[in-house]
Nanobody, 117 residues
Framework: QVQLVESGGGLVQPGGSLRLSCVAS????????VAWFRQAPGKQRDLVAS???????DYADSVKGRFTISRDNAKNTMYLQMNSLKPEDTAVYSCNLYMTAPGGGYWGQGTQVTVSS
């Protein structure tokens, strides 16, 4: 079956950086678009960034210029580079593999990102 395994979360100070990774198995990774979502305590899950098979990216306004989504099809891996982190970026981040629209398809288990001094 399809599995998505995330890594790279943790505690970081404001202004710091983290890179999240998500490795996919059990399917042909290059057939899918990829996305990252996040959910803060007591809030709904929101789309952070998406990247289509053809390379089109889309970002939430709150992360534009700070976060970068990318993928390496040879490694079946997607990434989220997060720079200039803010306390409001604190959330559980989940990777998503989809065909038609972000939020469909397959999900990772989530990784906690905490931005605090």
């Amino acid at each position: 079956q399809v599995q998505l395994v995330e890594s790279g979360g943790g505690l970081v100070q404001p202004g710091g950086s983290l890179r999240l990774s998500c490795v996919a198995s059990g399917t042909i990774f290059s057939f899918y678009a990829v996305a990252w979502f996040r959910q803060a305590p007591g809030k709904q899950r929101d789309l952070v960034a998406s990247l289509t098979r053809t390379g089109t990216t889309d970002y939430a306004d709150s992360v534009k210029g700070r976060f970068t989504i990318s993928r390496d099809n040879a490694k079946n891996t997607m990434y989220l580079q997060m720079n200039s982190l803010k306390p409001e970026d604190t959330a559980v981040y989940s990777c998503n593999l989809y065909m038609t629209a972000p939020g469909g398809g397959y999900w990772g288990q989530g990784t906690q990102v905490t931005v605090s001094s």
